[in-house]
């Protein structure tokens, strides 16, 4: 039997495989036998992995990063997370899996993957599967009938050795009652905030104090550089552009199809508790418990949302977890197929990637769907007239700038050309913080005008409006505001940094007493003019009753009797918290009836990907396994 509390105990090794083990289930396969093994960039008991598959996933975990942070990964990101190896060790392990299930005996005939297939609602119309919609699906996924058929076997084999290994990891009683006294222990908890604002009073001001702040932190205080630009913008509105015929809309219309054609869409919501492959058991162990938690009080019905916002730690917390609509292909694989798995309003077991623990609810489902040439006329038409306005617009403004260059000069074209210096627009000097009236719509003549120098041409710009030619006639640098003139706004910046400093200080002299004994928590409190401020009882389960938010929680709840308080004096932005466990009872058993079922899944599909991890162990020690780790 396995222990829910035991995890702790495992071997680095072991928690280390966890963390790949579940995305391993869902993506497709790679690895198999190459002839040319010089292009094998790891060979697993003798089946090679050829680079050009590691190449393709580590491609594809690099555009996932890309999409998470905005467009770009932030510097230092990929070798602190070590993202070539833990690219490497996915393709490895994914070998692994499949010698080994090979060696049990397990297979996936093509009678059970035809079947898994013609079962996916994806491919269905009306009820049925339809081997041309299947097909259509497919393209528009931009995926290959081979390369999805491989991919799904390789998925049902993994299934299958994973119901092979689950009846190793039955859950026993005393792990069921631990995780529930765990989850559904009350406490309660006194507590007092200190909050910077309320010490910006007490900060000493002086003249020497803002000196000193000021040139400590100068760079912050500057004229922002101006430009001053004349330019020349070939807008598409103004191109005469002929109405499209009959077969240009039906040629485009079918050289076009996959534009008008919308693959099956979820609206999903995530909480996601980050994690790193640098973490140790202890700390992936403390973050799957911090997730399961999370997930006992979405399956008891609270707010997924609300959820989302106290618990979630990526980017989308504020909105509630929100990611809108995608279709398949947008989503990282394991975090796609649990998506793609679940009816409307179903929420996913926990979802391991490569950016942490994630838990998933589908909002809404939309069915797949291409809309017919009647539907799509009239977005075709304005295509068809916007492709040819760009077209004309783009020779004006090439005919234009083949000019200027001839004469040498913008100002000598618009002497030399008839109507020209009447299409110059001017501005005066303008910063790029606050641009000139006549480009604020268009910020790439911004961009553009403060990245060339004085008295340099800019090449033909694209703009959402058209194509543009801008000169800088002018420019003016940056430079370095006196004290005296940002006085004010020093003085306001000093004040707010001083104030956190303060309150953070009372904080730690307050738990620093706390510390010492001989008066109890409320007398300090209120001796320090602080309000006192009592949880109502609460548990890991359910912890918003108490209102504190999510940083706050996760530290309180590893106070107790033997340990009332906490370390260090807890932080949540610019206000303190100084806290100390109060009382606990005794959860309720009426409840471990209702919530047994969901706790057994939990635990089951734990122990379950913990079987699996152990197995890896044992065949990634015993296998023969080489890496070229030049092509890294």
Known sequence: ???????????????????????????????????????AIATVNGTAIKYQDYQKEYNQTLSQLRDRFGGAVPKGLLKTLDIKHQVLNKVIQRTLLRQGASGAGLYVSDQELQKAIQAMPAFQQNGNFNMNWYKNVLTNSRLTVSKFESGMRYDLLAAKVRDHLSRFGEVSPNELKDLFNYNYTPFKFDYATLKSHDYADKVEVTDDSLATFFEKNKINYHTNPKRKIKFLHFTFKNQQVPEPDDKEIYNYYTNNIKKYTTPERRKARHILVLSKSSDTAEQVAAERKKINDVLVKARAGDDFAELAKKYSEDGLASRGGDLGFFSRGQMVKPFEDAAFSLQEGGISDIVKTQFGFHIIKVDKIEA???????????????????????????????????????AGSLDKYATTDTGAKSNIIATDFFSKESPADAIKALPMLTNTAFSLKKSELSSIIETSQGYAIVYVEDST?????????????????????????????????????????????????????????????????????????APVLKEILHLSAKTPLPKEVITDGDIFYVASFKDSDKPKQDLFTKEKPALEKQLKTEN???????WLVY?????????NESLL
Not at 523 to 546: C, F, M, Q, W
Not at 608 to 614: T, Y
């Open 368 to 406: 797949a769907k291409v809309k017919s040439l009647d539907e799509a006329k009239v977005a075709i038409i304005a295509e068809l007239k916007k492709t040819k306005a760009k077209s004309l617009a783009f020779k004006e403004a090439n005919d234009a700038y083949e000019k200027i260059i001839l």
């Open 477 to 549: 640098p940056p430079t370095q505001q006196k004290l005296a003139e940002v006085k004010s706004k020093v003085k306001q910046d000093f004040i707010a940094q001083e104030s956190v400093k303060l309150a953070k200080k009372a904080a730690e002299n307050l738990l620093t007493e706390l510390k010492k004994g001989g008066a109890n928590f409320g007398e300090v409190i209120t001796k320090a003019g602080l309000d006192l401020h009592t949880t109502p009882y609460i548990s890991r389960a359910n912890s918003s009753a108490a209102k504190l938010p």
């Open 608 to 614: 379950n990907n913990e079987l699996l991890a152990s």
């Open 1 to 39: 039997m396995l222990s829910f509390l035991r995890r702790k105990a495992q071997s680095p090794t072991l928690q280390a495989t966890i963390l790949i083990i579940i995305v391993v289930f869902v993506f497709w396969g790679v690895g198999r036998q190459s002839s040319n093994k010089r292009t």
């Open 619 to 627: 065949l990634q020690k015993k296998a023969k396994i080489t890496t």
